[in-house]
């Protein structure tokens, strides 16, 4: 299992990594908490008696370890959800006034939504959850936890951070609602308190949930050795296969996003292998077969994918890659399929203006993008949202405010840290369309360097781009660096993402 990034040797280190070693004093502290709690575990399981010691307990059936599972904010089974929830429901229906297992099936219900994109399970949830609060007013971290994690499920993350902050202010120590305020915070784009969020998870908890989290984190922070590092040591310490399996989903994730075809389906093949249940490592084998050439075995992924778990972004992807192959009467009905999703989470309280803004940028009307974008920006105002909406001004013509959003999705001073191809791409495309040629070729070129493979329909264009925009010219005047000057003319007038020119085409990323 890679746990490290092999840079050329000729390429220097990211600014944004930890300088001085390869992993920051965070990974170190939990790599170091991970591996030392599984040899402290050894060594007392070793020195103990065996002599009269009692049979070791039967190990936990579905219900329990769904139980465990929703109650630390682990990945659970779908078969062990199932069982819980309708252990959970028969017990209620008794015992209508036990609080805790209100909470529990509140949290049930979001983690299967959740799994498996049903909206419908988000008002059964919030249901439960309230009902809890009702019957326990006071006191009941458990019920705000599970409000936190419904409300960062449908994308209303102020919502999260208040119920978040509720739990936090009622029980400091409980360490799974950091966890849920990591997310809060990220979704609104206050990367210091993620950060924060952060330090005190880990000193509250060491653990493969901990550390997965934590390569979230990193990876926004363009900190990728640590972030491939604390997912894989994650992905070999889970305690269950449906944990192991979203753990190895995300380092598929995170060598997809540097440019790793191989590597990625790799891990993807490995997380259905070890449960067939985690849908999304379909739509990872679509995109990395679609990237390896093999388009009949990515098509059928996506395809899968949709059936198990139909999420707007996957029919985004799927509409695209048929586009890019000349069919479009079938991206078309990938297209419809998502608006009809949008229509069905948003009946279930699910923010979906992220993907339904992008959509309409590059496939719809230009004016509707700006005004869902400009909305979301205002309600969750985080870098995905600011690259979102400087694209959709970019393809509405108002190219000198994209250019403002679009700096800064990667201006590390508000977080923009993370290393993204279509971040950059976005960026470049803009800046030659407004003639600032050398930034535009930079920003081209850097989005190939992460990942030549980030999206069907637009790596090609940006190789066009730069292609026509040539080398930069030797200097064009003393002390003006040639990559720095925007006065040269370009080889061929840029069509890419002009208004006039058709749209291109948008596969977003989740993150984060």
């Known amino acids: 299992m890679e746990i490290e990034e092999q840079r050329p040797a000729t390429a220097r280190p990211q600014d944004s990594e930890p300088p001085g070693s390869r992993f920051s004093p965070f990974v170190k502290r939990a790599l170091i908490g991970a591996v030392a709690g599984g040899v402290v575990l050894g060594a007392l399981l070793f020195l103990l008696p065996s002599a009269g010691r009692d049979p070791a307990p039967p190990a936990p059936g579905p219900v329990a370890r769904a139980q465990t599972a929703v109650g630390s904010g682990m990945p659970a089974a779908l078969p062990d959800l199932a069982a819980l929830i309708g252990d959970r429901e028969a017990h209620l229906r008794a015992h209508p006034g036990d609080d805790r297992s209100w909470a529990v099936l509140g949290a049930a219900y979001v983690e299967q939504a959740r799994r498996t994109a049903t909206p419908a399970y988000y008002p059964k949830a919030e249901e439960a959850l309230r009902t809890s609060l009702r019957t326990r007013p006071k006191g009941n971290a458990e019920a705000f936890d599970g409000l936190a994690a419904l409300a960062n499920a449908r994308g209303d993350f102020r919502e999260g951070k208040k119920w978040g902050e509720a739990a936090v202010k009622l029980s400091p120590k409980r360490w799974t609602t950091y966890p849920l305020l990591i997310d809060a915070y990220n979704g609104l784009g206050d990367y210091k308190a993620t950060r924060k969020a952060l330090d005190k998870l ?51 994730e995170l060598a997809w996003e540097r440019g790793d075809r191989e590597q990625s389906l790799a891990y993807y093949e490995r997380a259905l292998r070890t449960d067939p249940d985690e849908y999304g490592a379909h739509a990872g084998q679509g995109r990395a077969l679609a990237a390896l050439g093999r388009t009949s075995e990515a098509l059928r992924a996506y395809q899968t994918a949709l059936a198990k ?23 078309r009905v990938q297209y419809d399929l998502l608006r009809e999703r949008v229509r069905q989470e948003a009946a279930g309280g699910v923010d979906d203006e992220l993907v339904l803004g992008l959509f309409e940028a590059d496939h719809g009307d230009t004016a509707t993008a700006v005004a869902l974008l400009r909305e979301e920006w205002k309600q969750h105002p985080a870098i995905a949202v600011a690259d979102a909406l400087g694209w959709a001004l970019h393809r509405a013509g108002e190219h000198e405010e994209a250019l403002k959003f679009a700096t800064r999705a990667m201006d590390k001073e508000h977080g923009g840290g993370v290393r993204s191809a279509l971040y950059a791409y976005h960026r470049g495309q803009i800046e030659r369309t407004l003639e600032r040629y050398g930034p535009a070729r930079r920003h081209l070129a850097e989005a190939l360097r992460i990942n030549p493979y ?32 925007s006065a040269e003319p370009p080889r061929a007038a840029p069509a890419t993402g002009s208004p006039a020119s058709p749209a291109p085409a948008r596969s977003p990323r989740t993150a984060p």
């Open 309 to 331: 778990r139909p999420e707007p972004r996957y029919a985004l992807e799927l509409g695209e890659l048929y586009e890019k192959l000349g069919l479009q009467g079938a991206a």
């Open 454 to 485: 980030f999206s069907p329909l637009l790596a090609p264009r940006a190789e066009a781009a730069l292609e026509e925009l040539g080398e930069p010219p030797a200097q064009d005047g003393p002390g003006v660096p040639a990559e720095e000057s």
């Open 202 to 252: 880990l000193e509250l908890r060491s653990g493969p949930t901990v550390l997965a989290r934590a390569a979230r984190v990193y990876w926004d922070r363009g900190w990728r050795e640590d972030a491939a590092a604390a997912v894989a040591v994650a992905a070999t310490r889970a305690a269950t296969p449906a944990e192991q399996a979203a753990f190895l989903q995300q380092a598929g």
